[in-house]
């Protein structure tokens, strides 16, 4: 397939409501749709599904974009690829920036979901027909609407319910949770908010409630901390921020910093890198699941298509936009059914039909590399 334009979109998406998490609040969602536009006349789709601020990881949006022109598009555009390693290996040299290479690879992957007719479920090679979803609930102001919102997704079928804690809003929450719901399947996210000097007793005594899994509580770079808290807890440590690559998944599996991995393609660079992480996960026993950062329809296709693979044994981060954003980019998108499980779609392409009238209508920033 012979590329010959990309397009690198900033959209700006209406905002049902903020979420705050340990880092900050978020009050409007930026994001950076990407496409590549084949002599064939095939359009694929990408996200990178960055932030206005460099909070959770060290990219923006600005950073995606200008990357994705700079240093990517140049290496691809007039260019012919047949395979997702080829077309990987033209941009090689860009190091880190793994949201913005999540971006393009990704919308490569569509085109050749399009060019051979086949689900990105059968690209990737998915087992699943149906992916378990979990609710993740950010920080509020108070504890009563927390626990009215937990009440109500409980209602609606999600099958676990992770909430985001910080040192000031952590075990009064916990416990006020466990004391209404004994027996739900509840996660906790810290989002690297605490030390482990300061905080390793607390992080202890979290034991009592019982959690799936403690998300990230140190910060990314403190893997040997992670080490330290594992071997006192009996509660596993799912590490997020702190895996993004094989590299980092095997350097945690040889210190026993988690038991976990919370997979996001855009965290990791993309799909290639995503199953890598998911098979040696897979072979050294620890477990998976795929987590997100409130892509659109388009960026959630490919989680979804991530999590049909066997290692995601535990519910995904996979709320529908409603949640988050008034309209979605796809239409119509995916939604969670009573069972607290949302179907993969199996039909060729991206599962999804791109809304490019809303793409349009929400773009703030547009450039185009030919
Ligand atoms: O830590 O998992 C996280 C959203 C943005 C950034 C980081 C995280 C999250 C979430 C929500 O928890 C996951 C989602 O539904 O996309
Ligand atoms: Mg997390």
Redesign the pocket.
């Known amino acids: 397939m012979k590329i010959t334009r990309m397009e690198i979109r900033k959209l700006k998406l209406p905002l049902q409501r903020s ?1 705050a ?1 340990s880092f900050g609040e ?1 009050n409007r969602k930026e994001t950076v749709i990407v496409s590549l536009h084949t002599a064939d006349g095939l359009t694929g789709y990408g996200e990178s ?1 960055s ?1 206005s601020a460099p909070m ?1 990881t060290h990219e923006t949006n600005d950073t995606c974009m200008y990357i994705q022109e700079h240093f990517i598009a140049p290496r691809l555009v007039g260019r012919e690829f047949d395979t997702v390693e080829e077309f990987c290996s033209a941009y090689r040299s860009v190091v880190g920036n793994r949201m913005a290479r999540t971006g393009t690879e990704c919308a490569f992957w569509h085109l050749l979901a399009q060019r051979d007719a086949v689900s990105l479920k059968h690209l990737v090679g998915g087992t699943r027909s149906t992916i378990p979803v979990g ?2 609930i ?1 920080i509020k102001q108070t504890m009563a609407e927390t626990l009215e919102e937990i009440e109500q997704r409980l209602d609606e079928g999600y099958v676990r319910i ?1 909430v ?1 804690i910080a040192p000031d809003w952590d075990t009064q929450l916990l416990a006020a949770i466990r004391e209404r719901w004994p027996g739900i399947d509840l996660t906790a ?1 810290a ?1 690297a908010a605490y030390q482990f000097t300061q905080h390793h007793k607390t992080l202890e005594a979290l034991d009592a409630f019982n959690l799936s899994m403690l ?2 509580p140190f910060g990314a770079d403190d893997m040997i901390e992670h080490a330290k808290l594992q071997a006192k807890l009996k509660t596993s440590i799912c590490l ?2 702190s895996i993004e690559s094989l590299a980092d998944i095997k350097t945690a599996d040889a210190l026993s910093a988690g038991r976990i991995v ?1 997979i ?1 393609p855009g965290r990791v660079g993309g799909l290639v890198e995503s199953i890598k992480i998911h098979n040696y996960a897979v072979a050294h026993h620890l477990g998976v699941m795929c ?5 659109t329809g388009i960026g959630r296709a490919f ?1 979804i298509a991530l999590a049909s693979l066997p290692g995601f044994i535990y519910p995904a ?3 529908p936009y409603q ?2 954003f008034a309209e979605d980019i796809v239409e119509p998108s995916y939604t969670v059914k009573l069972d607290g499980h949302i179907d993969v779609p199996d039909t060729p392409g991206l599962g999804f039909a791109v809304r490019e009238d809303l793409i349009e209508q929400f773009t703030t920033q547009k450039v185009v590399v030919r």
């Open positions: 979420f998490m978020m599904s932030f959770y609710e993740s950010g992770k985001k996210d989002n998300e990230q997020d921020e919370n996001k987590g997100g950062t409130f892509e989680n981060d996979m709320s949640l988050y």
